[in-house]
C-alpha cells in the first residue's frame, strides 16, 4: 500500500464536511422558505452521505409528522432516541403522536417535558391541556390552556378545551362563552360547535343549540362521504 498523506486525507474530509454543510444549510433555507418537498429531498440524502448526523434526522422526523408521514416519523424519532437526543420538538411531536393513539400516559410524560423546557413552543400546551383533560385532571388542563392562549391569543384548540372544563364543571355561561371564542378564531373547529350546542341547551336555550348542533352534523356528513 502507497503512503498517505494525512494532511490530503484531512484536506479532503474537511472539503466533504464543508459541502454538507451547505447543503444542510440549503435545506433549512428551503423549508424556512416553505418548499418542505426540496428540504425533504436534501435531508434524506445527507442522512444517507452521513448516517450518523443527528441533525438532518431531526429536521426530517419534523417534516414527516408535518406532511402526516407518521410510520416515516417515528423511524426517525426511534433512531435519535437510541442514539440519546432528547429536544423540546421532538417530545412535542412524540406526545402528539401518542395522544393521537390515546396513549394519554405516554403523551403526558413526553408534552410535560416540552412544555417545562420550551414554554413557548407552539401548540404545546393545548396538546398537554387536551391529555390532562383525557386523564380529567381539569385543573391542571385549565392552567394549560390559559398558558396556551397567553402564548396565543387565537388558539382556537385552547378556547375550546377550556369550554369542555366549563361544561364538566356544569359551569354551561363560561362554556358557552369560551366556545363561541373558539369560533370567532376558527369556524372549522367544528368540536367547538357541538360544545357550544351542548352549553346551550343546558342553558334552557334549544333553537340555538340546534344550528350548532347542524354545524357538527354537517362536519360528520363530510367526513363520511369523502371516505
Given at each position: 500500500?502507497?503512503?498517505?498523506?494525512p494532511d490530503a486525507v484531512a484536506a479532503r474530509e474537511a472539503s466533504l464536511r464543508h459541502q454538507?454543510?451547505?447543503?444542510?444549510?440549503q435545506a433549512t433555507h428551503s423549508l424556512s422558505s416553505g418548499d418542505i418537498g426540496e428540504s425533504q429531498r436534501v435531508l434524506e440524502r445527507l442522512a444517507v452521505d452521513d448516517p450518523n448526523w443527528i441533525a438532518p434526522r431531526h429536521l426530517l422526523a419534523e417534516i414527516y409528522y408535518r406532511t402526516d408521514r407518521i410510520a416515516?416519523?417515528?423511524?426517525?424519532?426511534?433512531?435519535?432516541a437510541e442514539h440519546a437526543v432528547e429536544h423540546p420538538r421532538l417530545s412535542l411531536i412524540s406526545g402528539a403522536i401518542a395522544l393521537a393513539r390515546r396513549n394519554v400516559h405516554a403523551a403526558l410524560e413526553e408534552?410535560?417535558?416540552a412544555a417545562y423546557v420550551e414554554p413557548e413552543l407552539p401548540s404545546v400546551h393545548t396538546?398537554?391541556?387536551l391529555t390532562l383533560l383525557r386523564l380529567n385532571r381539569l385543573d391542571e388542563a385549565e392552567v394549560a390552556f390559559h398558558k396556551a392562549v397567553e402564548n396565543n391569543a387565537f388558539d382556537a384548540a385552547a378556547h375550546d378545551g377550556l369550554?369542555?372544563?366549563c361544561l364538566r364543571r356544569g359551569e354551561f355561561?363560561?362554556?358557552?362563552?369560551?366556545a363561541l371564542e373558539a369560533l370567532q378564531h376558527d369556524m372549522q373547529l367544528f368540536a367547538?360547535?357541538?360544545?357550544?350546542?351542548?352549553?346551550?341547551?343546558?342553558l334552557g336555550r334549544p333553537n340555538e343549540a340546534v344550528t350548532a348542533f347542524r354545524s357538527e352534523e354537517r362536519r360528520v356528513g363530510k367526513e363520511c362521504r369523502s371516505r
Open positions: 500500500m502507497g503512503y498517505v498523506d454538507l454543510e451547505a447543503e444542510f444549510q416515516d416519523c417515528e423511524s426517525q424519532l426511534e433512531w435519535l408534552l410535560d417535558y396538546l398537554l391541556g369550554s369542555q372544563i355561561d363560561e362554556a358557552a362563552n369560551f367547538a360547535h357541538y360544545h357550544l350546542g351542548v352549553s346551550l341547551m343546558n
